[in-house]
């Protein structure tokens, strides 16, 4: 499995942006897909994910309400639409795909993108 992040740019604080994941190789629609970011002298975080049919998310405390996770299996994407950003959302973001949703821990997902850079200014 291949993915490839975009999306990224720069952007005022308060503004919005929608990142898109794109897999190639073989078909992620029963996979659980998902976004971490690593910002700059930390380490990656877990964002959010969403099941293959969609029918669950999860979403990291501080992000509810402000960044929503979807995907497109005909198009085997998945999208993150972040709103009222912050500058310390900067970070570059990375999606992921695993079998299973086993936890927001970096290690229990199996294949990733290069990452997209997000950045926020005051």
């Known amino acids: 499995v291949q993915l490839q992040a975009s999306g990224g740019g720069l952007v005022q604080a308060g503004g919005s942006l929608r990142l898109s994941c794109a897999a190639s190789?073989?078909?992620?629609?029963?996979?659980?897909m998902g976004w971490f970011r690593q910002a700059p002298g930390k380490e990656r975080m877990f964002v959010t994910a969403?099941?293959?049919?969609?029918?669950?998310?999860y979403v990291t405390d501080s992000m509810k309400g402000r960044f929503t996770i979807s995907r497109d299996n005909a198009k085997n994407t998945v999208y993150l639409q972040m709103n009222s950003l912050k500058p310390e959302d900067t970070a570059v973001y990375y999606c992921?795909?695993?079998?299973?949703?086993?936890?927001?821990?970096?290690?229990?997902?199996?294949?990733w993108g290069q990452g997209t850079l997000v950045t926020v200014s005051s």
């Open positions: 190789g073989r078909t992620v629609s029963s996979y659980v």
């Open positions: 992921a795909a695993a079998p299973y949703y086993s936890g927001s821990y970096s290690n229990a997902w199996n294949y």
């Open positions: 969403v099941t293959w049919n969609g029918d669950r998310t």
